[in-house]
């Protein structure tokens, strides 16, 4: 009888315990690790646009930097940037976007969401291509496979962009399905239109680098493309990333106002050769510069009269016109205020936090150039509510004329070049009341002056007297329209050269040699056992097959 009762009581408690388990194995899923089924492909898209924006922002910054429109300190490009300069950018891509888009994918198609399933391929192709454009062979195949393989190789990178551009057709096919639209694309609200045609634009961007390597392969494409033009043809179509005003952690506003509108003034020094360009290259005034910049001062000699306080703010203006500057290169400051510094400057900072030329309303959502001359501060402008114009139409009929002028593609490359600039104006002149900012209408561009600078321009084409000439007109209307943008810039001075952009040379007489392809980052040469840093800068990207020597500076 005892042992009966043992006995019963064992099978009441292995029940009992069974029944516990049933009971805690509901409460297994973790909420902050979805299954399949719950996964908020939403959140995760939401997620990789996010990642996807500050991967742009730390490229564009370098990207401009090296191509004067902000001020590279230097003084020599070796010293300029080092491998842990870009471990935040890289972890970015690799840790974050594309971990995001691997894992979202399978959920998404799961879910029958593939409209989100080609947006990630979108922004992971932009990404791998970007990537390349600044550092030449990445990893790609091996890489993301988590403890699989910990120390991917590199992958070179032509293959690279041909995967790219092999996900970017996967995501055209997908972006045509049927499928729910994402709830919060803060790109695009869900168009999957647009999303297919930047899709096809992104192909003509890797094309058109492509074709210094295979031209080939680039005409057929970029030919199969034009012919088709569904491409980002109108600013209602613009790729770019709207920030908010909110100044409070996470501070949501455009970087270049987070930074420089503050309670003690503006800290990026933007760069000299660039405000040039725009006020006195061409012996007339851009229609766009008040809205690019912003003066604090339109004339820092009458903002300081005292001599020896003006030297110690503006001591460029006491120093002798560099050597090595072929003559009538801009030093020191431009006119009427727009004062910046020069390419190279590592000198030390003066006091000129509340004197010198800030970034304005477009992109930065800052401030309109209305002679105020009163220093910046937070609060004032657009709040911060810029954007980065990552892909605008007008760069679209750049690269059209481009291909008019190197592969007889068809098209008139005048009309093109003047079609971007006047795509561009309008979108920077539109951009203030999207901000809530009011120009005074004394300082905002009459169509007598925009046409003014387009027949500039259109007779500059005319008279240019060879193919490169009029490739140079094209070029440098490019260059300025991409204000804000400097992975364009960098990779637009590569492709085409000093020929067609002749900058400001480095104020330092021996530079070095010019940074074709990054350092790889400190964060993957040090934890890869694969890895190898590179010697120098002069590494070329696959596609950068223009002369070693003397081609950019």
């Not at 002056?449 to 500039?456: G, R, V």
Request: charged residues 15%; positive net charge; proline residues 5%.
């Amino acid at each position: 009888m005892k042992k009966l009762m043992i006995y019963c009581s064992v099978v009441l408690l292995l029940a009992s315990c069974n029944k516990l388990n049933s009971d805690f194995n509901g409460l297994l899923n973790n909420p902050n690790q979805p299954n399949t089924a719950s996964a908020d492909v939403d959140l995760y898209l939401n997620s990789i646009q996010l990642n996807f924006a500050n991967f742009y922002s730390g490229l564009s910054n370098l990207g401009a930097q090296l191509t004067r429109m902000e001020t590279m300190f230097g003084p020599t490009y070796n010293a300029a940037y080092q491998p842990q300069t870009t471990d935040g950018t890289w972890t970015t891509a690799y840790a974050a976007l594309f971990t995001n888009v691997n894992a979202m994918i399978p959920v998404a198609y799961s879910q029958k969401k593939n409209i989100h399933v080609g947006i990630g391929k979108v922004l992971k192709a932009y990404t791998l291509m970007t990537l390349v454009d600044y550092f030449g062979d990445v990893p790609y195949s091996q890489a993301n496979k988590g403890i699989a393989n910990t120390n991917p190789a590199l992958d070179k990178g032509k293959a690279v962009y041909d995967s790219a551009v092999a996900l970017l057709n996967s995501a055209i096919t997908d972006l045509s399905s049927n499928g729910p639209t994402p709830t919060n694309d803060i790109f695009y609200g869900g168009n999957r239109a647009n999303w297919s045609t930047l899709a096809k634009t992104l192909k003509l961007k890797a094309y058109m680098n492509y074709r210094l390597a295979d031209a080939a392969t680039a005409t057929t494409n970029i030919t199969a493309l034009l012919s088709e033009n569904d491409l980002v043809n109108s600013t209602s179509q613009d790729f770019q990333y709207q920030y908010g005003s909110k100044s409070l952690a996470p501070d949501s506003r455009h970087p270049k106002y987070a930074g420089n509108y503050t309670p003690t003034g503006s800290s990026d020094y933007l760069g000299n050769y660039f405000m040039w360009t725009m006020v006195t290259e061409k012996g007339l005034i851009d229609p766009r510069t008040r809205y690019y910049f912003y003066r604090q001062t339109t004339d820092i000699t009458a903002a300081i009269t005292d001599p020896v306080t003006l030297q110690f703010t503006q001591p460029c203006r006491f120093q002798a016109y560099p050597s090595n500057y072929p003559s009538g290169t801009v030093f020191c400051m431009v006119s009427n205020g727009y004062f910046g510094r020069d390419h190279g400057d590592n000198s030390g900072t003066p006091p000129d936090n509340q004197l010198k030329t800030t970034w304005g309303v477009y992109p930065a959502g800052g401030q309109f150039d209305a002679n105020q001359n009163v220093a910046v501060k937070p609060g004032i402008g657009g709040l911060g509510q810029g954007i980065l114009p990552i892909w605008i139409s007008a760069f679209t009929d750049f690269l059209k004329a481009e291909a008019v002028l190197t592969l007889n593609a068809s098209g008139d490359g005048r009309a093109l070049t003047l079609s971007g600039i006047n795509k561009s104006i309008s979108k920077v002149m539109a951009f203030p009341s999207s901000v809530g900012v009011t120009p005074t209408a004394s300082f905002v561009p009459s169509q007598s002056t925009i046409n003014n600078y387009t027949s500039f321009v259109g007779n500059a084409y005319d008279g240019a007297a060879t193919l490169n000439d009029k490739l140079a007109v094209v070029a440098k209307e490019f260059y300025i329209s991409a204000w804000g943008n400097g992975i364009e810039s960098y990779n637009l001075y590569r492709r085409l050269g000093s020929q067609a952009i002749k900058m400001q040379p480095a104020l330092q007489p021996n530079p070095g040699s010019f940074i074709r392809s990054f350092f790889y980052p400190a964060v993957y040469v040090n934890y890869n056992n694969t890895a190898k840093q590179k010697t120098d800068l002069t590494t070329q990207v696959f596609w950068d097959t223009n002369p070693k020597t003397g081609w950019v500076y």
